[in-house]
């Protein structure tokens, strides 16, 4: 097709190719502002060539295709660092927001009430019965307690304001992946003989740019032309025309399957996007600083409440006082929320007032919170399904003088009483003794001590022998919390572990929730479970609904059962043992009661009785008046010490040791030997230590639990190496532990803390503190004591000065930290309130600047990526204006090519 009309075929190409070139180049300009465009260029080839005589011409031009001037690799790592941007972004955004919380640069911070706290206390110590102090103590802690409070609802407010945040963006997640797909389905029609969809890529690629804002994705382009999406670790979220859906469950996101049904946990695998951000503010940060808080909170309220439980206002009670605590239905101590925290080496004591006299009689009562040594059940009953209660009701120790006495009684599962009961007296020693049947308590060499109160349960079998069926549980970890009881109640009628299906709910001070214990076939045990981080194996036992055991957890999170088959304390017995030690003492006035809640409760049977608690003042130390010039000594026959001992039961008995005759050489040895004695002539298992005070040339003779020493005198004629008389160190007076002024014991056993009686606070945490409205009344404020002959009075400010001191007391408080799934380890500490605090505001300050650095980091990186991708994919409008003129001017020259082309062609015709 040589000649015109091949100069016309060229001409056309022409024209029509400088008119794609204006059209691409007005697209470009069109989407100058669209940050998901990329430049688009046209791409121009020869149209091909014809042979003409000697010569080869050309025919003009093809338009190939429209590209997309894009760099994939840039587009990816700016996918990326917006993503992780984002992340920094949503952090940050909440991370002020907790800041802003805590607010430590106001007045109203925490630490700045609980400093003015603090110093009320300090000034009611200096005048305990001043009205103006006591309203400043009561107002201070209204205003600490309802700031602490807020402050945790602040941070329970935000954690569910980051799920709205989090569930909002999944479901944008899952709109968006839909889109990319329904893309998908137009991409490969468009895109035939090797032509570019490039608008559909470009919406597809501004979509990603979307997902990576809200999660981390990774895309790649399929043979097809489809582009696949997943995130990061993996999961698909759009391949071709399907697409997969994200889903919140609990503290976790999933990746859900086609089938709806298979679900996988993928929050471990989020680095990026505003969920990653959210999610870290949402499982980790907010939940650490909470439970941080919350450890703060739990342990004021303890310390404060242990203090003031010791504690007596201006006047003692008159009125029915009900514990704030409660205990589960089988009223064991440990289920108490303070329960853990009892210390079982102290004593209860409770003082009542006589007030109709005229000089008011005041009694007190005291009840020894010892745990007895432990004891096995053995032998076959007779009767599956059942159940024993023992309880000890008279102290001692087994095969002494006035060996102690324990009660029996055997119940159905369903707790209802066989009638079957007795008694059994310890008196032979270690050995079995039989309960009825072939069915024995048997007493170890080692289990000695016997504390009346205490008790224990041992369920029976469900075989025909119905033989003893303890619990038994080991554990192969740690728990995620340290210093922590965890309470577990059988929720199923009963069962045999490993032969029924049993149902247990649990709880700690922190969490909650509920296990199974499997049928496992061939129907054996163990059975294996997992509680907050503890493999749990039970070996052995039989449960019954309502049965409870607790495992106490170390600062190491260490676990350790105590079960009900262990010795310890219910609220009935130790209501019924303080029932005891009031009718020894004949001290009456004031009835214990337990509430139908399960709380304990003091009742005075009339208004003419009054009553308060104190500890017991008795350090329970006895110091020789006389001291021995030097050594060594020589001790000849028939040196005695003689001592009293409270055995319980309203009397005492005294007790004689013999120090062996022999040559001293220091007060060391001589020292040992009394101990040796004491221990041996004693009723109770090593109850004593004989130390020699050096300086003074003095003998000290300390108790150990439990406290029975109330006095003693020592008989010897001793002389030294050189025979002159050395004297006697005791004569014939004898010397009791009251006596002696010495540094008193903290002998407060939190039990009336831990029980919620006479307290401060009520609550356990940040969000459920508040000052006991018993406080109302100012006069209740106990910052004095009563002292060891049941007086009280104006001046005493001995509690007030022991609450100030609550500040400086180094104790153990729990540091929380939270992993991507929202599950929490502690881990204990030694440190005092305030440096407590302040570690937690520290931590909270590098938390804030390690997510400032990451933020600008991710900033600057996203601006040089953005300048990178301009260069590559940005339209620039002077570009573009010298790319519409070249267009125009070459249309313009085409245009002329064909009308000369046309005039040409018309003269040839005419000049036919």
């Known amino acids: 097709m040589p000649g015109i009309p091949l100069t016309l075929s060229i001409a056309r190409s022409a024209i029509a190719a400088q008119q794609y070139g204006l059209s691409v180049s007005g697209h470009n300009v069109s989407n100058v502002n669209n940050p998901d465009y990329s430049r688009q260029i046209v791409q121009y080839t020869t149209k091909g060539s014809y042979r003409y005589s000697h010569y080869i011409l050309g025919d003009g031009v093809n338009m190939d295709q429209v590209q997309r001037s894009t760099d994939q690799m840039i587009e990816t790592h700016l996918s990326n660092s917006k993503s992780s941007l984002a992340s920094f972004e949503a952090s940050q955004t909440y991370m002020k927001t907790v800041e802003n919380i805590f607010n430590e640069n106001e007045d109203s911070s925490i630490s700045a009430i609980l400093s003015q706290f603090w110093n009320t206390w300090h000034d009611l110590s200096n005048n305990p019965e001043g009205g103006s102090e006591r309203i400043g103590v009561y107002d201070n802690a209204v205003r600490l307690s309802s700031e602490m409070s807020n402050l945790n609802l602040s941070l329970s407010d935000m954690k569910q304001e980051l799920m709205n945040e989090i569930n909002l963006s999944i479901d944008q997640i899952n709109s968006i992946s839909e889109q990319i797909s329904k893309i998908n389905e137009v991409i490969p029609g468009l895109e035939v003989s090797g032509r570019s969809a490039n608008d559909q890529r470009d919406q597809v690629n501004g979509l990603i740019n979307k997902l990576a804002q809200l999660v981390n994705v990774q895309s790649f382009q399929q043979s097809n032309g489809t582009i696949s999406v997943s995130t990061a670790n993996g999961f698909l979220l759009v391949t071709g025309n399907e697409h997969f859906n994200l889903q919140m469950k609990g503290n976790n996101i999933e990746w859900v399957g086609s089938n709806g049904k298979n679900a996988f946990d993928i929050t471990q695998k989020l680095s990026g996007g505003k969920i990653a951000g959210w999610m870290k503010m949402h499982n980790e940060i907010v939940p650490k600083f909470q ?513 100030t001191d609550i500040q400086y007391n180094t104790k153990t408080f729990y540091h929380w930290q939270y992993d991507v799934h929202g599950i929490g380890q502690s881990n204990a500490i030694n440190v005092s309130f305030e440096e407590y605090y302040q570690g937690m505001i520290g931590s909270l300050g590098i938390e804030s600047s390690d997510i400032a650095r990451g933020l600008d980091f991710n900033q600057v990186m996203v601006e040089k990526l953005n300048e990178q991708r301009f260069s590559v994919a940005g339209v620039s409008l002077d570009e573009e204006m010298v790319n519409i003129m070249k267009f125009q001017h070459a249309f313009t020259v085409a245009s002329k090519l064909l009308k000369i082309a046309d005039e040409m062609l018309n003269t040839i015709v005419e000049m036919r």
Do not use: C
């Open 291 to 803: 439970a941080d808080f919350n450890s703060l909170a739990k342990e004021l309220i303890w310390d404060v409440n242990r203090t003031h439980s010791q504690g007596v206002g201006l006047d003692l009670f008159a009125d029915p006082l009900k514990g704030k605590y409660k205990t589960d239905e089988n009223g064991m101590f440990s289920t108490l929320t303070y329960g853990d925290k009892i210390d079982y080496t102290k004593d209860f004591k409770m003082w009542i007032s006589d007030k109709s006299k005229l000089n008011p009689v005041k009694t007190s009562v005291e009840v020894d919170l010892g745990i007895s040594d432990g004891v096995e059940i053995s032998g076959n009953s007779g009767h599956a399904n059942e159940k024993y209660i023992f309880t000890v009701i008279e102290s001692g120790i087994a095969g002494q003088v006035n060996s102690p006495k324990i009660a029996w009684e055997r119940y159905r599962s369903d707790g209802t009483f066989t009638g079957a009961n007795g008694v059994i007296s310890l008196d032979q020693g270690a050995g079995a003794y039989q309960i009825e049947g072939d069915v024995s308590l048997v007493v170890s060499d080692n289990a000695k001590t016997f504390i009346a109160g205490n008790t224990l349960t041992m369920n029976t079998a469900n075989s025909d022998q119905g033989e003893p069926a303890d619990l038994m549980i080991t554990s192969s970890s740690r728990a995620n919390s340290s210093q922590d009881t965890y309470v577990f109640k059988v929720k199923t009628p009963q069962g045999e572990i490993g032969k029924n299906p049993i149902e247990i709910d649990w709880s700690s001070n922190f969490k909650s929730g509920t296990i199974t214990l499997p049928a496992e076939y061939p129907y054996e045990p163990p059975v294996d479970v997992t509680v907050d981080g503890m493999a749990l194996r039970f070996s052995n036992g039989n449960l019954y609904s309502g049965d409870v055991f607790t495992i106490k957890t170390d600062a190491e999170g260490d676990p350790t059962l105590q079960k009900a088959s262990d010795w310890h304390w219910t609220l009935d017995s130790f209501k019924t043992q303080l029932e005891r030690e009031m009718s020894y003492a004949g001290v009456s006035g004031v009835t214990p009661l337990i509430t139908d809640d399960h709380a304990l409760m003091f009742i005075p049977t009339s208004s003419q009785y009054i009553f308060g608690f104190g500890v017991d003042d008795s350090d329970h130390l006895i110091r020789s008046d006389h001291g021995i010039s030097g050594f060594p000594i020589e001790i000849g026959t028939n040196n005695e010490v003689n001592f009293y001992e409270d055995v319980g039961r309203g009397y005492n008995e005294m007790r004689t040791a013999y120090i062996p005759q022999g040559t001293y050489e220091s007060g060391e040895d001589l020292a040992n030997a009394v101990e040796d004695a004491m221990n041996a002539a004693s009723n109770h298992s090593i109850l004593y230590k004989a130390n020699f005070d050096e300086a003074n040339r003095k003998f000290i003779i300390e108790e150990e639990t439990p406290k029975k020493l109330i006095a003693m005198k020592m008989d010897w004629n001793t002389t030294n190496s050189a025979g002159s008389a050395m004297g006697y160190i005791y004569n014939d007076e004898y010397i009791t532990s009251k006596e002696i002024d010495m540094p008193k014991q903290d002998n407060n056993s939190g039990l009336l803390a831990a029980l919620g009686i006479n307290t401060f606070f009520t609550g356990q945490d940040a969000s459920t503190i508040k000052v006991h409205e018993m406080m109302a009344d100012k006069n209740n404020i106990a910052a004095s004591k009563i002292d060891p002959t049941g007086n009280y009075g104006y001046g005493d400010n001995s509690n007030a000065l022991e609450m």
